[in-house]
C-alpha cells in the first residue's frame, strides 16, 4: 500500500492511507470525502460511472467481497409444509373407481333407451320394417253398419238358455223381445222342462231364472219370461223385404260356446221344412236358408240382417250323418221367418197360445200334381177359405203368392208364413184350364 490507489479519480480511504472506519450503508450515510464531481475539480480523474465494485460509492467498505452460499437448514427445524385447501388434491382410489361405474351406468342407461326407441320405431332385431306407418293413432274405429258394429249392438239382448228335464240339462239360444223379459226362443229348446222352469245367462256372464210363457210346437216358437226389468230389446226386421245374397250374421251358443258370431249369406228363401222328434209334432215352416255357420246350440237365436235387425230365429239345420247322430255344420242353416215368429210370440203373450193360418182344404199324397207340377186338393172344407174362393177338391194348386208348389208340404209351409186374414192369390188348374182365385187365409178353430 505504499503508492497511491487511484480508484476511478476517487480515494475512498481516509488521508495517510488507513481506512475509515468501517459504517453502514444507506441513505443516512453518504459516501465519505467529496463527492466525485468536486474531485474533477482538484485534479483527480472524473468517470461517469464506476467500473469496480470497489469503487461503489454505495458500497459497505467493511464488508469482505465473498458470495455467501446459505447453509442447509437443520433438520429438526424445517417448518411443517401448509397445504392450500383450495388447491385440487390427488384423487383416492374410492373417487377413482366411482367414476368408471357411474360412467358406465349412464351410458348403459342411454344405451337402452335408444335401444328400445329404434326397436319399436323400426322392429326389433334390425330387421326390415314391415308395414306402413299406421295413419291414425289408437283403436280401429268400425262404423255402425259394419258387421263388427252390428254385432257389437245385438250382442247385449241374445241369452243362453238352460233347462234342466227328466233327460238332463239342454240348452239353447235365445233373444229379448221385450224391455220387461219376454225371450223367444224355440219350442225344441224348452221342450220338457221340468215344471216350466229355465235359466237365462245374459252376454255380460249374469243370470236369471225364467218361467215359460207358452210354446207353440207347430212353429217352433216359445217364449219365456225372465225375472229381470230394463232389459235391451232387439229391433225387429221384415223378413218378407229379404233377397238372396243378403249379408246375415248367426249370434248363439253353439256347442256352450256362448257370445259366437258367425257371418254369410241369404242362399234361399220361402225353403220349405218338415222337421220333428220321434213322437212329437210335425212342424212346417217355410224358412231362411243362410250359408252361416249354425250347430247344435243356435237354436233359438237370431239371424240378424246387415243393418243389426233380427229377421229370423235360427231352427234347423242339414246334416250328411244318419239319424241320431252328432249333425255339425255344412253351411245349410234355416230360420224361420221373423214376421211369423213375431206374430206367434204376440199370440203367445196375449192370450197363451199360438193361432194357425189354414187355407181350409187337405192336400194329397207326393206327387199328387199333375205331371209332377202342383199340388192336387184331397179335399176342401165347405165353409173353409178355399171353398170361398171358388176351389174344390181335384184342384190342383200351381202357385201361392207367386211361389211354385211341387210338394203338400209347400203348400202347407208357405199358408202358415202368412197372418190369418191375409188375402193371397192362388194360380190352379183344373182339368186343361188354368185359373186364379183370391183366397183370404183364417186361423184354426182350435
Request: cysteine-free; hydrophobic content about 40%.
Amino acid at each position: 500500500m505504499g503508492g497511491t490507489d487511484v480508484t476511478d479519480g476517487w480515494d475512498w480511504r481516509q488521508p495517510g492511507g488507513t481506512p475509515a472506519p468501517a459504517r453502514p450503508p444507506g441513505p443516512g450515510y453518504p459516501p465519505a470525502g467529496p463527492p466525485p464531481a468536486l474531485q474533477g475539480a482538484t485534479g483527480g480523474t472524473t468517470s461517469p460511472w464506476w467500473s469496480d465494485a470497489l469503487a461503489d460509492p454505495w458500497r459497505d467498505p467493511a464488508a469482505p467481497a465473498a458470495v455467501v452460499v446459505p447453509a442447509a437448514p437443520s433438520p429438526g427445524t424445517e417448518p411443517e409444509p401448509v397445504s392450500d385447501p383450495d388447491a385440487p388434491g390427488r384423487p383416492t382410489l374410492r373417487q377413482l373407481l366411482l367414476i368408471p361405474l357411474i360412467t358406465a351406468l349412464l351410458a348403459g342407461s342411454l344405451g337402452g333407451a335408444l335401444g328400445y326407441a329404434f326397436a319399436v320405431r323400426g322392429g326389433a332385431g334390425g330387421g326390415p320394417v314391415l308395414g306402413a306407418d299406421p295413419q291414425a293413432p289408437g283403436l280401429a274405429q268400425r262404423r255402425p253398419e259394419s258387421l263388427a258394429g252390428v254385432a257389437e249392438r245385438v250382442l247385449p239382448s241374445v241369452v243362453t238358455v238352460r233347462v234342466a228335464s227328466l233327460g238332463g240339462t239342454s240348452e239353447g239360444s235365445g233373444f229379448v223381445a221385450s224391455a220387461d223379459g219376454h225371450v223367444i226362443t224355440n219350442d225344441h229348446v224348452v221342450a220338457g222342462a221340468t215344471g216350466g222352469k229355465a235359466s237365462v245367462i245374459f252376454n255380460d256372464g249374469s243370470s236369471a231364472p225364467a218361467t215359460v210363457v207358452g210354446q207353440d210346437p207347430e212353429s217352433d216358437i216359445a217364449v219365456i219370461k225372465v225375472s229381470r226389468t230394463g232389459l235391451r230389446p232387439v229391433e225387429f226386421g221384415d223378413s218378407d223385404a229379404l233377397a238372396v245374397g243378403d249379408p246375415v250374421l248367426a249370434i248363439g251358443s253353439p256347442l256352450s260356446l256362448a257370445n259366437t258370431v258367425t257371418a254369410g249369406i241369404v242362399s234361399a228363401l220361402d225353403r220349405t221344412m218338415q222337421a220333428g222328434e220321434p213322437g212329437g209334432p210335425t212342424r212346417y215352416y217355410a224358412a231362411i236358408q243362410t250359408d252361416a255357420a249354425v250347430n247344435h246350440g243356435n237354436s233359438g237365436g237370431p239371424l240378424v240382417d246387415g243393418a243389426g235387425r233380427v229377421i229370423g230365429v235360427n231352427s234347423t239345420i242339414k246334416s250328411l250323418v244318419s239319424d241320431g247322430q252328432e249333425a255339425g255344420n255344412i253351411g245349410l242353416a234355416f230360420a224361420i221367418p221373423i214376421n211369423q215368429a213375431k206374430r206367434v210370440t204376440q199370440d203367445i203373450i196375449g192370450t197363451g197360445k199360438a193361432r194357425r193360418t189354414v187355407i181350409g182344404a187337405q192336400v194329397g199324397g207326393p206327387g199328387a200334381g199333375a205331371g209332377g207340377a202342383g199340388v192336387r186338393l184331397a179335399a176342401v172344407e165347405p165353409s173353409g177359405p178355399a171353398a170361398g174362393a171358388g176351389l174344390r177338391a181335384g184342384d190342383v194348386i200351381l202357385k201361392l203368392a207367386g211361389r211354385p208348389m211341387t210338394e203338400p208340404t209347400d203348400l202347407i209351409a208357405l199358408v202358415r208364413k202368412f197372418a190369418p186374414g191375409s188375402v193371397v192369390t192362388v194360380e190352379y188348374r183344373r182339368g186343361s184350364d188354368r185359373q186364379n182365385a183370391s183366397v183370404t187365409l183364417a186361423a184354426d178353430a182350435k
